[in-house]
């Protein structure tokens, strides 16, 4: 079939060479391009102040996290008190977070503030230690309940020859419960375990402290006196 048999409809036709771009259609280019690079430059600056944001608050956001799952208060206090009476200030933070989080309060059965002091035992202590104007609403105070919690906790611990498992047991489920489990473990010829103490409630209590206490020694080191260590 030669060319002149095609019909003018389909008939291809070729593109001129060397045909030339309109200055509105050039001008219509630059300005895409532009507005293309300005929305990149814009994301560019977009993801660089996002990832300032992230760097400038992620210890703020480190610290609220703690703070929910972890708190600590009065740390300055804690210190001096677990000082005064020889004992670890983790675990005297592990035996308030077990108590109250941190959130004072009085509980049902009357016992007060962050290290939920029972009013008897505080009269008892007050009396052991010789203190003459003690009243039991001097427990609402923080460093007052945490004088009398860290000085009960101490003389657990002379009680029970410095068993920290014991004295936590009686701290929660009573001396003398902790008495006749000790001394129903010794007539079967073996010492008192966490796994063998009767109450659930005292039992978690125990576990609950001991690794509350690991925690405050690991996350708030300097903050209690460990020297960051």
């Not at 008939?11 to 391009?33: C, E, I, M, Y």
């Amino acid at each position: 079939m030669s060319p002149s048999t095609i019909s003018p409809a389909r008939r291809p036709r070729a593109r001129a060479p060397g045909r030339s771009v309109s200055p509105d259609a050039a001008a219509r280019r630059r300005v895409v391009r532009r507005r293309r690079l300005r929305r990149g430059l814009v994301v560019l600056v977009v993801m660089a102040v996002i990832g300032v944001i992230v760097v400038m608050t992620e210890p703020l956001a480190r610290k609220a996290v703690n703070d929910l799952r972890l708190p600590l208060s009065y740390s300055s206090i804690i210190r001096q008190q677990a000082a005064a009476k020889h004992l670890s200030p983790a675990l005297v933070a592990g035996v308030i977070y077990a108590e109250t989080k941190f959130d004072a309060r009085t509980s049902p059965a009357g016992a007060v503030g962050l290290m939920q002091i029972e009013p008897q035992t505080a009269l008892f202590l007050a009396r052991r230690s010789g203190a003459t104007t003690f009243n039991t609403a001097d427990l609402n105070h923080p460093a007052v309940n945490i004088a009398y919690g860290t000085y009960y906790l101490r003389y657990l611990l002379n009680e029970y020859h410095g068993r920290v498992v014991l004295s936590l047991a009686a701290y929660n489920g009573g001396e003398t419960n902790v008495d006749r489990w000790v001394a129903n473990a010794r007539a079967h010829g073996h010492k008192l375990t966490i796994s063998e103490i009767p109450f659930p409630e005292t039992r978690d209590y125990v576990t609950r402290v001991l690794n509350a206490q690991k925690q405050y020694r690991h996350t708030y080191a300097a903050q209690l006196g460990y020297g960051g260590n």
